[in-house]
């Protein structure tokens, strides 16, 4: 089969890879049939995750079809049409019994193109299958559910329910790429009073008034700190999300937010930032961090099905699979192609490849 590969800092290629075999009764094999790229592909690239050997098969966010199943997954057959969550749990250590799948002790959490191969690729193996796939509802199309792999529970979780947002809240999202602005949808579900996104990016910034911001702010241009105590009579934000992975917007969330407020962060940091505790000690506030369990998919499956959310506005370009390499340059310049999340479409596999998969398996 074919396979978007990782071969080490900055190099990647499309190569000709072995296909995925059932390796443990729990595993399912997936054709992949709408996948797609993620920020965290491209920190991979830059060398930032060395946990990612090269050979790897990168990618964490794709919907599929079953063409294989090991001996102990039950919940799915042949033929089902899945999501595949960009985390996969074992279902029986601790964490996952507390639904933090991403915390997974026994194998799971976030492996695809990371630690196991990706789903940037023909086929993919999916470990503990009975937990980690989703069946895609029948009357959704692979584009309304692909971005709940990952970015949308991200934003969701991590972002506005870590922020705990209620009803009347003014909420500041500092960035505004697919994290921030899924944080933007997904916060609207709360019926906030205000968002107020914050980049440096006039594109974006125009991009999440599209997407149901109120107010925008270029904190290239103004001070975004300033403007936030004017809009909020000099109180703050209920609630900031930092949705970049820098040091100054870490900082400049924590200083959004009035006292008793939350600040949710989603951002990766590679650096270490500032808690300004001097500041912060008397203002009662709460700061979270966290990895996405994925345990709200079904919650916003719901609401995708009642048509109470629509995820595809956040497609912005498509290519087919093999074109996966113009698709990582496109993705990976978004200021100039303005790109937010790339839809890659499965390539149609000439052959009988589901006996082939099975002939390797049993081999
Ligand atoms: P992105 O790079 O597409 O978007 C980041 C945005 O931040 C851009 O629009 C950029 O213009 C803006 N920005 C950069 N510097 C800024 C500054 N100083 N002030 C204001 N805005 C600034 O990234 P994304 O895909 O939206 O992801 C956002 C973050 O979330 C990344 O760090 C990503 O790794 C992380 N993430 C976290 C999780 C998790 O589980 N916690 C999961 C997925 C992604
Ligand atoms: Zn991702």
């Known amino acids: 089969m074919r396979a978007l590969v990782y071969h080490g800092p900055g190099l990647r290629s499309w190569d000709d890879v072995p296909n995925p075999t059932i390796q443990a009764p729990t595993d399912a094999i997936v054709k992949i049939d709408t996948a797609t790229i993620c920020g965290s592909d491209l920190h991979i690239l830059k060398g930032d995750v060395p946990a990612v050997k090269p050979g790897t098969i990168l990618g964490h966010e794709a919907v599929g ?3 294989e199943t090991g001996a102990a997954v039950t919940k799915f057959q042949i033929g089902d049409h899945v999501l595949v969550s960009c ?6 250590c601790r964490f996952c019994k507390e639904a933090r799948y991403g915390q997974c002790t026994g194998g799971g959490g976030w492996i695809f193109g990371h630690l ?19 069946k895609v509802p029948s009357g959704l199309t692979d584009d309304q559910v692909l971005f709940l792999s990952d970015i949308l529970p991200t934003s969701f979780e991590v972002g506005v329910q870590n922020g705990r947002v209620r009803p009347g809240d003014t909420v500041a999202i500092v960035g505004a790429g697919p994290i921030g602005l899924s944080a933007v949808m997904t916060a609207k ?7 107020i996104v914050i980049d440096l990016d006039d594109g974006r910034l125009a991009k999440a008034k599209e997407f149901g911001a109120d107010v925008t702010i270029n904190n290239g241009r103004e001070d975004a700190v300033k403007r936030v105590f004017e809009l ?3 109180l703050g934000a209920d609630v900031a999300v930092e949705a970049v992975g820098i040091p100054a917007t870490f900082e400049l969330a924590a200083e959004l ?9 989603v951002g990766v940091h590679g650096k270490p930032a500032t808690l300004h505790l001097e500041k912060l000690w008397i203002k009662d506030v709460t700061i979270t961090t966290g990895l996405v369990d994925t345990r709200t998919i079904p919650q916003l499956l719901s609401l995708i099905e009642g048509g109470r959310l629509d995820p595809t506005v956040l497609a912005t370009h498509r290519f087919s699979m093999d074109s996966a390499m113009e698709a990582y340059d496109v993705f990976s310049n978004a200021a100039k192609t303005h790109a937010l ?7 149609p596999v000439s052959g009988n490849t589901k006996s082939k998969v ?5 081999a």
Do not use: E, H, M, W
């Open 358 to 362: 099975a002939a390797t398996a049993s």
């Open 257 to 265: 937010i009035r006292a008793g407020g939350t600040l949710a962060n």
């Open 87 to 92: 985390i996969t749990s074992c279902g029986s």
């Open 189 to 195: 579900l709360y019926t906030p009073a205000r968002i």
């Open 116 to 134: 196991i191969n990706g789903l940037q690729a023909d086929y993919a193996r999916v470990p503990f299958a009975d937990n980690s796939l989703y």
């Open 341 to 347: 999340k790339v839809v890659l479409t499965g390539t």
């Open 232 to 234: 909020t009579a000099g």
């Open 65 to 67: 079809t079953i063409v």
